[in-house]
């Protein structure tokens, strides 16, 4: 049987959990104590994060997407990843969206109001101190979850930016809730990579944390459902991807705030790190930040760190769309604009490979 070592205060962890359920396949779940960290997941992949699926085989995978992957291989059924190239486009690029840029509301909401930054202290602490007092858990959960709070600021997420991500994040709920009051899933009656991708920040976050979970209640009660019926799938609803490659229109303009708020940052990061490596030709290893940008919503401009690991998502879409044919390409046309286009087919001079949970050049 698999064995997930996770959190259910953790995003990532959510995603591969949905997933899980999803396909039905057996396994029993391990709260990541600091033993378990201790004895297992620092020994088995020689990083800090969760989650870590172990296989009935003994191989320990870590990261949402390779953990996600490598499932697929071994239970292709009802594939998540759609066959059409606008489709799998879409879907791919979702899952960049939702796992990397999905982030900055969920720690906003999480750590910038108190009912919920009270809520996650007292869920940190009850992994960390599963038997102590509710005492004795807000104090471990105050201490361990420390350098989450903390990383606001390396994000961007600041005072000055806080109405700015608010004001992207609801007008968001409000694209996803007029799509998911017509389809069940992102492309269908299927979930797809992107679902999953969405599914991390929007449940584990913004729907479990008190305050963000009434908001979207009251606001987006579509979502609600696409999150519930994503957290607890019905077993009769194994439907398909819409049919005739069709991304419907109602996701256009999530895919357009993608492209607007995201690729930007994208792109200036790729730039970043071909200048890095130019500075330090002779070190493999890529540093988690390799310096500072500049985003923008809307009319907000702030600073964060440049985090090449988006890279290593951003390539799956761009790879993908490398790979076309012409014929696919031209189908791709009809539905992305020539910025969109553009912004896919930038080169990347620099790859991004994951060796042994690390990132290195390719």
């Given at each position: 049987m698999y064995q997930l070592i996770g959190a259910p205060v953790s995003l990532y962890t959510g995603k591969v959990r949905s997933y899980l359920d999803?396909?039905?396949?057996?396994?029993?779940?391990?709260?990541?104590?600091?033993?378990?960290?201790?004895?297992?997941?620092?020994?088995?992949?020689?990083?800090?994060?969760?989650?870590v699926l172990i296989t009935p085989q003994d191989q320990a995978i870590q990261d949402s997407t390779?953990?996600?992957?490598?499932?697929?291989?071994?239970?292709?059924?009802?594939?998540?990843?759609?066959?059409?190239?606008?489709?799998r486009l879409a879907a791919l690029l979702l899952e960049v969206y939702g796992d990397e840029w999905l982030v900055n509301p969920a720690m906003l909401y999480r750590w910038g109001i108190d009912e919920n930054r009270r809520f996650a202290i007292a869920e940190f602490g009850s992994v960390?101190?599963?038997?102590?007092?509710?005492?004795?858990?807000?104090?471990?959960?105050?201490e361990a979850s420390g350098p989450f709070a903390g990383a606001l600021p390396r994000l961007g997420i600041t005072e000055h930016s806080r109405s700015a991500i608010e004001h992207s994040y609801l007008t968001l709920l409000d694209e996803l809730n007029k799509h998911f009051a017509e389809h069940a899933f992102l492309?269908?009656?299927?979930?797809?990579?992107?679902?999953?991708?969405?599914?991390?920040?929007?449940?584990?976050?913004?729907?479990?944390?008190p305050a963000s979970g009434r908001l979207m209640q009251e606001r987006a009660p579509h979502v609600v459902r696409w999150v519930e019926w994503m957290i607890n799938p019905d077993s009769n609803r194994q439907g398909d991807f819409l049919p005739d490659d069709q991304v419907p229109a109602s996701l256009l303009p999530v895919l357009q705030r993608m492209f607007d708020?995201?690729?930007?940052?994208?792109?200036?990061?790729?730039?970043?790190?071909?200048?890095?490596?130019?500075a330090n030709p002779d070190t493999n290893e890529i540093?988690?930040?390799?310096?500072?940008?500049?985003?923008?919503?809307?009319?907000?401009?702030?600073?964060?760190?440049?985090?090449?690991?988006?890279?290593?998502?951003?390539?799956?879409?761009?790879?993908?769309?490398?790979?076309?044919?012409?014929?696919?390409?031209?189908?791709?046309?009809?539905?992305?604009?020539?910025?969109q286009i553009t912004a896919l087919t930038a080169p990347l001079p620099v790859r991004v490979q994951r060796q042994h949970n690390r990132l290195v050049r390719g």
């Open positions: 999803f396909k039905g396949i057996a396994y029993r779940e391990q709260l990541a104590t600091p033993q378990v960290f201790r004895e297992v997941i620092i020994p088995r992949t020689g990083v800090r994060y969760i989650p390779e953990i996600i992957d490598h499932l697929e291989q071994q239970f292709p059924q009802l594939s998540i990843y759609p066959g059409g190239p606008r489709q960390r101190l599963p038997e102590g007092s509710a005492e004795e858990q807000y104090a471990a959960g105050l492309l269908g009656e299927r979930p797809c990579i992107g679902d999953f991708g969405l599914i991390g920040p929007l449940y584990a976050h913004l729907y479990r944390d708020e995201q690729v930007p940052v994208l792109l200036e990061t790729a730039r970043q790190l071909q200048q890095w490596v130019a540093p988690r930040a390799i310096g500072s940008l500049r985003y923008r919503l809307g009319d907000m401009q702030e600073e964060r760190l440049s985090l090449p690991f988006n890279l290593w998502m951003w390539q799956r879409p761009h790879d993908f769309f490398a790979g076309l044919d012409d014929q696919d390409r031209a189908a791709v046309a009809e539905l992305f604009s020539a910025e």
